[in-house]
T-cell receptor
Framework: GENVEQHPSTLSVQEGDSAVIKCTYSDSASNYFPWYKQELGKRPQLIIDIRSNVGEKKDQRIAVTLNKTAKHFSLHITETQPEDSAVYFCAASSRTASKLTFGTGTRLQVTL | NAGVTQTPKFQVLKTGQSMTLQCAQDMNHEYMSWYRQDPGMGLRLIHYSVGAGITDQGEVPNGYNVSRSTTEDFPLRLLSAAPSQTSVYFC?????????????FGQGTRLTVV
């Protein structure tokens, strides 16, 4: 089955700096890659996703890049703000697997 | 719109007890799933369903049962609770698409087995 690895497990940045979280996946059939944000004590919520037919997608300060050859995708947050502090999860799925496999999460701390 | 509703929010069980975690959604989503969240291990899939009457096992199904008699409800049953099942449980639902559309999560159930 699919295996998703996520790094780093914790990340501390100063407000205004950029943050990058990286994930790798094992199943070459995977073609959908969402990112979820989970604030403390809350439920995970989708912040951005990308499909295998594109290499990059942006939404304001958030961007995701995908390298299918290397089986690697990344989340980029620019101009970080304190409210970006949360746990971020990457995930991957394929049509044949019919299920979403999550990474182990990255705890992002944005300091003033 | 309520979205995905889980009950209870908190539960303490004794080893060997059984219980059912309830999950209901009002978005007419066909795809529903259950995850458990443990520190450092992310969200691991327990069971999922692509529609009423259809269920399948995920990554960590042992000790759990599910059924899907209606589109709206997807209960998770713990048959004989064990301390290893202490976790936060999340139910999620999404539109059809083999798990390739946005998953909407419930608020979670924090379960402690003593």
């Amino acid at each position: 089955g699919e295996n998703v690895e996520q790094h780093p497990s914790t990340l501390s940045v100063q407000e205004g700096d950029s943050a990058v979280i990286k994930c790798t996946y094992s199943d070459s059939a995977s073609n959908y890659f969402p990112w979820y944000k989970q604030e403390l004590g809350k439920r995970p919520q989708l912040i951005i996703d990308i499909r295998s037919n594109v290499g990059e997608k942006k939404d304001q300060r958030i961007a995701v890049t995908l390298n299918k050859t290397a089986k690697h995708f990344s989340l980029h947050i620019t101009e970080t703000q304190p409210e970006d502090s949360a746990v971020y999860f990457c995930a991957a799925s394929s049509r044949t697997a019919s299920k979403l496999t999550f990474g182990t999460g990255t705890r992002l701390q944005v300091t003033l | 719109n309520a979205g995905v509703t889980q009950t209870p929010k908190f539960q303490v069980l004794k080893t060997g007890q059984s219980m059912t975690l309830q999950c209901a959604q009002d978005m007419n989503h066909e795809y529903m799933s259950w995850y458990r969240q443990d520190p450092g291990m992310g969200l691991r899939l327990i069971h999922y369903s692509v529609g009423a009457g259809i269920t399948d096992q995920g990554e960590v199904p042992n000790g759990y049962n599910v059924s899907r008699s209606t589109t709206e409800d997807f209960p998770l049953r713990l048959l004989s609770a064990a301390p290893s099942q202490t976790s936060v449980y999340f139910c999620a639902s999404s539109l059809p698409g083999q798990g390739q559309t946005e998953a909407f999560f419930g608020q979670g159930t924090r379960l402690t087995v003593v």
